[in-house]
């Protein structure tokens, strides 16, 4: 069963954050250039929240805001849900699902370690699904190979 440090160990381990201070139009251009779609919101050397592609497009896109003037902390959502590196990528996916999220840090002993994306655990899922269909495409295999007696 694969965890969430298998799939940390299987992407970039760079973490981008920004200030709540910071614009939102600063958030667009670092997710641009990194092309990411989120941000951790740090404060003081602590995770106050995420800001996302999806917080941008609902609270200055429809509101009709200005990037530049509005500052991170006024949009960037607050309560968010992480994980540690062992549990398990269904576990993930799960949360996830319920509570429609797309990304989530992953903490290990209270240190943010990584982030990982909706499209991580689904790529894992699936990497998962292969295997076990190899094994048993093997298994099979081997099953039906038969020797002569003689």
Request: net charge neutral; charged share 30%.
């Amino acid at each position: 069963m694969l965890k969430i440090r298998d799939v940390l160990l299987s992407k970039s381990s760079a973490v981008w954050s920004i200030g709540p201070q910071d614009t939102a139009y600063t958030a667009m251009e670092i997710m641009a250039e990194r092309n990411i779609g989120v941000l951790v919101v740090i404060d003081k050397d602590k995770v106050a929240g995420i800001v996302s592609e999806r917080d941008l497009a609902r609270n200055i896109i429809l509101k009709e805001l200005s990037p530049r003037e509005v500052p991170v902390k006024k949009i960037m959502t607050r309560e968010i849900y992480c994980i540690t590196p062992d549990k398990s990528v269904d576990e993930c996916m799960g949360v996830m699902i319920t509570a429609r999220i797309r990304h989530m840090p992953v903490f290990e002993n209270k240190r943010l370690i990584g982030v990982v994306t909706y499209g991580d655990i689904a790529n894992a899922l699936l990497l998962e699904q292969k295997i076990k269909i190899q094994d048993l495409e093997n298994y099979t295999a081997c099953e039906s190979f038969s020797f002569d007696e003689k």
